[in-house]
């Protein structure tokens, strides 16, 4: 799901239009990755947590080349499901939505 398709779809649960609820989502993300860049955390109860970890420098290998080559440390946002999503993930069928779809190497 899109943005886009977010908000088309609050608009119509809600019944307002659709430049309001394009305007609401958008500063309900402007607001959280405001409040993860101050703080390195956003805790949404029964969702999950956005958090900000440092990733060590290192040393990788250009595939193509065989080269080594020197990574810098970053900066990376990691999340991690809340109980309620993950119950809801964990109770979702072997068909469902990126399950089962041999991207996990065991094709």
């Known amino acids: ?3 886009k398709e977010l908000a088309h779809s609050i608009a119509a649960e809600l019944q307002i239009s659709q430049t309001l609820a394009c305007e609401v989502v958008q500063r309900l993300f402007d607001k959280m990755v405001h409040a993860v860049v101050t703080n390195g955390r956003l805790e949404l109860r029964n ?3 956005f958090e900000i970890h440092r990733r060590a420098a ?3 290998r250009n595939p193509r ?3 080594g080559m ?4 970053k900066l990376t946002i ?4 809340g109980k309620e999503m993950a ?3 964990a109770s979702l069928p072997d068909e469902g939505p990126c399950r089962g779809s041999g ?4 094709e």
């Not at 020197?70 to 440390?73: C, D, G, L, R």
């Not at 990691?78 to 499901?81: A, H, L, T």
């Not at 991207?103 to 065991?106: P, Q, R, V």
């Open 1 to 3: 799901m899109t943005k």
């Open 103 to 106: 991207t996990d190497g065991s």
């Open 47 to 49: 969702f999950g947590v």
């Open 87 to 89: 119950d809801r993930l």
């Open 70 to 73: 020197a990574v810098p440390e």
């Open 58 to 60: 290192r040393r990788a």
């Open 65 to 67: 080349t065989n080269q």
């Open 78 to 81: 990691c999340f991690k499901p």
